[in-house]
C-alpha cells in the first residue's frame, strides 16, 4: 500500500509539472499593478532608423496601471525584448489608477502631461516577425511578459498587437 501511495504521489507531481512547462510565459499573470497594455512593433511606414526624418518614433510600448487605487512611479522599472535590447526608466514618472504610458522609440522630450517616455535611441527596438516583451520591477522581478507573432497576434497585420484591455 506504501508503494502505491508513493507510485500515485510521484505520478501526480510529475504530472503537475508537466503541466507547469507546458503553460506558455505569456499566459502567466503577475501581481503587478503596471502591464503592458500593447505595442506598436512595426511602425508605419518604411522602417528607417535615421534620428532626423525616420519613424523609430511611430514604435512604442504601452504600459498601463491597472491599479484601481495605487500610484506607480515607473522609475526604475525596465523593459526588455527577447535579444535582450534593455530600456530603463531612470526618471520618476507617475502613472495614477488606469492611466498609461507610451515609451516610443527615437529621440523626444519625456512628457507626463502626454503621457510618453522617449527611448533616446533611433534603433528600432521591435522585431517585426516575432518578438518577447518583458516588463520588470525594480526589484528585478517580473511584473509581465508577452510574445508576438506578425501573423499569430496580429491578425489584421496592422503592426499592433494589444495583451490586456
Given at each position: ?41 512595426d511602425a508605419p511606414g518604411s522602417d528607417s532608423n535615421r534620428c532626423s526624418g525616420g519613424n523609430t518614433h ?8 491597472y491599479s484601481s487605487s495605487k500610484t506607480v512611479n515607473l522609475k526604475g522599472y525596465v523593459v526588455k525584448d ?35 517616455v522617449y527611448r533616446d535611441n533611433c534603433n528600432f527596438m521591435w522585431n517585426n516577425d516575432r518578438d518577447t ?33
Open positions: 500500500m506504501r508503494i502505491r501511495t508513493a507510485a500515485v504521489a510521484t505520478t501526480a507531481a510529475a504530472g503537475a509539472l508537466a503541466a507547469l512547462t507546458v503553460v506558455p510565459a505569456q499566459a502567466a499573470e503577475y501581481t503587478s499593478a503596471l502591464k503592458v497594455r500593447g505595442i506598436q512593433y511611430l514604435e512604442y510600448l504601452t504600459v498601463t496601471n527577447a535579444a535582450g535590447n534593455r530600456f530603463a526608466f531612470t526618471a520618476s514618472h507617475y502613472l495614477q489608477p488606469g492611466d498609461h504610458v507610451k515609451l516610443r522609440g527615437g529621440n523626444g522630450s519625456d512628457s507626463d502631461k502626454y503621457n510618453v516583451v518583458h516588463l520588470y520591477k525594480p526589484t528585478g522581478a517580473r511584473a509581465d511578459v508577452h510574445a508576438y507573432t506578425a501573423g499569430g497576434s496580429d491578425p489584421d497585420r496592422n503592426g499592433y498587437v494589444s495583451f490586456h484591455q
